[in-house]
């Protein structure tokens, strides 16, 4: 399902150059982990299994395979700049787009065409990894977080962020963070809830528990056309060129 809000030239020329950068990424050695990446410190809000996550080296793998082994969830104002991923080849990639990358979480049932796109892309075409995929210019969830729109806003993806986001990131860090460090947690903590949704559907855990299927979380930051993927042994987000430096994961295939 496709449903645009928000389709500036600027937003998709910003995330072209993203783009760009993350085929050099994958196509180029890893470097070592930053100190910085080393040394945050990890937030627990979330439960997933280290070897659910694969290496760079094996997305890069199924990016060039010739096959439809990567489905990429991304958010409604990314545009049609999801389709220029350079780094696979045209057409090789399944893609989903919705408000701010939204998966039902469970007992939503108000997004089937959603659901139905996941279980298709994980139990008929077998896929072997899943992004989900949020940026830094996002446009949802900053409007989303206006007071106006929260009083007013029956959406059930927005209701969703409500409930699962904006309470938890408020609760655990309350006052204690500046307004921009409030909307970077926003944005890394929805992409995060939406990636446990995904592990919560059945066709997906089955896949995962064959260590068939991996999972992904990206924030793309659109100013700098740099890419930033979770890592679930530190609970952090780092950028994706120093990923493959951090300790291997088990990968089953
Ligand atoms: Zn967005």
Redesign the pocket.
């Given at each position: 399902m496709r449903c645009t809000t928000h389709n500036s030239s600027f937003v998709r020329a910003r995330l072209q150059a993203a783009w760009h950068r993350i085929s050099s990424i994958l196509s180029v050695p890893a470097s070592p982990p930053s100190a910085a990446a080393r040394g945050s410190q990890p937030r627990r809000l979330h439960r997933f299994e280290p070897q659910h996550f694969s290496s760079l080296s094996a997305l890069r793998a199924s990016a060039n395979s010739g096959a439809r082994e990567i489905f990429l969830i991304g958010?409604?104002?990314?545009g049609p700049a999801l389709e220029d991923l350079s780094f696979a080849p045209p057409d090789s990639m399944l893609i989903q787009q919705n408000l701010?990358a939204s998966i039902p979480s469970a007992g939503n049932h108000d997004d089937v065409t959603s659901l139905a796109t996941v279980e298709y892309a994980v139990a008929l075409a077998h896929a072997r990894h899943i992004i989900v995929c949020g940026?830094t210019a996002?446009?949802?969830?900053p409007y989303w977080l206006n007071s106006t729109a929260r009083a007013h806003n029956a959406c059930p993806y927005y209701l969703q962020f409500e409930r699962e986001v904006r309470r938890v990131v408020d609760r655990e860090y309350g006052s204690r963070i500046s307004a921009t460090e409030r909307l970077r947690l926003m944005l890394e903590e929805q992409t995060l809830f939406q990636l446990e949704n995904l592990q919560a559907l059945t066709c997906v855990q089955q896949r995962l528990a064959t260590g068939e299927l991996h999972l992904h979380a990206w924030l793309v930051d659109d100013a700098t056309a740099r890419i930033k993927t979770y890592l679930p042994q530190s609970g952090q987000f780092i950028p994706i060129e120093e990923s493959s430096a951090t300790p291997p994961v088990p990968c089953h295939h």
């Amino acid at each position: 399902m496709r449903c645009t809000t928000h389709n500036s030239s600027f937003v998709r020329a910003r995330l072209q150059a993203a783009w760009h950068r993350i085929s050099s990424i994958l196509s180029v050695p890893a470097s070592p982990p930053s100190a910085a990446a080393r040394g945050s410190q990890p937030r627990r809000l979330h439960r997933f299994e280290p070897q659910h996550f694969s290496s760079l080296s094996a997305l890069r793998a199924s990016a060039n395979s010739g096959a439809r082994e990567i489905f990429l969830i991304g958010c409604s104002d990314q545009g049609p700049a999801l389709e220029d991923l350079s780094f696979a080849p045209p057409d090789s990639m399944l893609i989903q787009q919705n408000l701010a990358a939204s998966i039902p979480s469970a007992g939503n049932h108000d997004d089937v065409t959603s659901l139905a796109t996941v279980e298709y892309a994980v139990a008929l075409a077998h896929a072997r990894h899943i992004i989900v995929c949020g940026h830094t210019a996002c446009q949802v969830i900053p409007y989303w977080l206006n007071s106006t729109a929260r009083a007013h806003n029956a959406c059930p993806y927005y209701l969703q962020f409500e409930r699962e986001v904006r309470r938890v990131v408020d609760r655990e860090y309350g006052s204690r963070i500046s307004a921009t460090e409030r909307l970077r947690l926003m944005l890394e903590e929805q992409t995060l809830f939406q990636l446990e949704n995904l592990q919560a559907l059945t066709c997906v855990q089955q896949r995962l528990a064959t260590g068939e299927l991996h999972l992904h979380a990206w924030l793309v930051d659109d100013a700098t056309a740099r890419i930033k993927t979770y890592l679930p042994q530190s609970g952090q987000f780092i950028p994706i060129e120093e990923s493959s430096a951090t300790p291997p994961v088990p990968c089953h295939h």
